[in-house]
């Protein structure tokens, strides 16, 4: 495929992109009120998320069913987060943009804090598919190990210790330090809440730490396991799905333009990990060619311009890339 034809494609792409984000904008008028829909989006999120937790808490549900379903709530919020990044609601209103950044950080508190990750998912859409994409390297991205890959994508704070030597050496500016404390104190937070439920079973199982501890060191437990359920395992099986369908569907390395850095993922067999990352592996694509535009448009106009996509020899399924840490093929 000659450079002329791909730009051909890329444009075709684009354009189609852009006329039913506009024929869908024209059919709905409630799309104008984009600043709305966001936030309305948000608080309904956010409600539920605490309502779950509170059915929880007066034992209305089980803690299956509020894992499973504060999972899903979770990667809604996840979508909002990538928007506010683009700045696609309240552009011109700091305090409820900066207001809506923050609770989706709250939501989603095993991540770095989205005002640092402004910084790398832009990067990350000038640097795709090369070793400069620190965010998607971060998630798994380019990882040839199967078991080193799947320690990456489930807990990312292991992934940043083990790679910072690595990262060190081919990414430029790249600091250890700077996108770790980009998680202070949200993320540090999850952490320690994490590995203190952790750690303190795995003590109660050689000793009876539960029978011999204090009763502050009991409450704080109960607290910390009531935020497992509500929080910590959610964002668990959210992050770990989100970041196996990214790393599965960007390429790395042999990346020379927009048409290079993405497929798209509509294998059934990913069915349960995007019922808890949002479709992200059918839709992300079109985030690609346009990237300022709400994740509910890309939702709606998915199965139309995927079509298109395919039309213009973008790769679907393209799972044996994975075999050669991800290479875009030659």
Not at 118 to 138: A, C, F, P, W, Y
Not at 169 to 176: L, M, R, T, V, Y
Not at 187 to 209: C, K
């Amino acid at each position: 495929m000659t450079n002329t034809t791909v730009k051909d494609n890329i444009k075709t792409i684009i354009t189609a992109i852009r006329m039913e984000e506009k024929l869908l904008r024209q059919k709905y008028s409630v799309l104008a009120h984009q600043d709305l829909l966001g936030l309305g989006i948000l608080l309904l999120s956010l409600s539920a998320l605490v309502g779950l937790g509170y059915a929880y808490y007066e034992a209305l549900i089980p803690a299956w069913l509020c894992i499973i379903l504060a999972a899903v709530v979770t990667s809604i919020s996840h979508e909002l987060e990538h928007d506010l990044i683009h700045n696609q609601y309240f552009r011109n209103n700091p305090v409820i943009h900066n207001f809506m950044m923050l609770t989706v950080w709250l939501m989603r508190p095993n991540t770095i804090n989205p005002w640092f990750r402004r910084k790398i998912h832009l990067h990350h859409h000038i640097t795709s598919g090369t070793q400069q994409d620190l965010e998607e390297r971060l998630v798994g991205n380019g990882i040839k190990n199967p078991f080193l890959r799947a320690l990456v994508i489930v807990d990312g704070l292991l992934g940043l210790l083990i790679n910072q030597k690595r990262f060190s050496k081919e990414i430029k500016n790249f600091s250890f330090a700077r996108v770790f404390n980009a998680g202070f104190p949200v993320t540090t937070s999850y952490f320690i809440v994490l590995y203190s439920v952790i750690l303190f079973h795995l003590a109660d199982m050689f000793w009876p730490v539960a029978a011999n501890s204090p009763a502050w060191v009991l409450s704080v437990m109960g607290v910390f396991e009531f935020l497992m359920v509500v929080l910590v395992v959610p964002n668990i099986i959210r992050s770990s799905s989100l970041n196996f369908v990214t790393s599965s569907m960007h390429y790395y390395g042999g990346v020379n333009n927009l048409f290079q850095q993405t497929h798209i993922i509509t294998s059934r067999l990913f069915m349960p990990f995007h019922l808890f990352c949002f479709n992200f592996g059918k839709t992300h694509t079109i985030h690609h060619y346009v990237p300022n535009q709400p994740f509910y448009i890309r939702q709606l106009i998915s199965e139309k311009i995927n079509e298109v996509m395919k039309q213009q020899g973008v790769r679907f399924n393209d799972f044996a890339s994975l075999k050669n840490a991800n290479a875009y093929p030659g």
